[in-house]
């Protein structure tokens, strides 16, 4: 599976942005999907999370209420709806799918096998 991500740009605190990962390659759907960031100078971190049947999603607790994931498995593309953004937002977003089986692995880089480039989201106070 290979993953584009887009949508990054800048924006000022309080607006939105969409984020899209295109899949292509195998069959996208048979996969979990997640969203991973990392600021400057710190760690990946995880940020959100869907299962391939779009029954089950997660989500870190600093953007719980904020950001919203969702995805089209006929378009093969996840989507990472970002409101209120904050500077601490700011970061690149880089999407990833992989066999997550439940929530309790969401949060595990290891436990996905595909991940995009990134896409720089950029939020000013």
């Known amino acids: 599976v290979q993953l584009q991500a887009s949508g990054g740009g800048l924006v000022q605190a309080g607006g939105s942005l969409r984020l899209s990962c295109a899949a292509s390659g195998r069959t996208f759907s048979n996969y979990a999907a997640g969203w991973f960031r990392q600021a400057p100078g710190k760690e990946r971190e995880f940020v959100a999370f869907?299962?391939?049947?779009?029954?089950?999603?997660d989500y870190a607790d600093s953007v719980k209420g904020r950001f919203i994931i969702s995805r089209d498995n006929n378009k093969n593309t996840v989507y990472l709806q970002t409101n209120s953004l904050k500077p601490e937002d700011t970061a690149v977003y880089y999407c990833?799918?992989?066999?997550?089986?439940?929530?309790?692995?969401?949060?595990?880089?290891?436990?996905?096998?595909?991940w995009g480039q990134g896409t720089l989201v950029t939020v000013s106070s």
């Open positions: 869907i299962n391939w049947g779009r029954s089950s999603t």
């Open positions: 990833a799918a992989g066999p997550v089986v439940g929530t309790t692995q969401a949060s595990r880089p290891e436990r996905y096998d595909y």
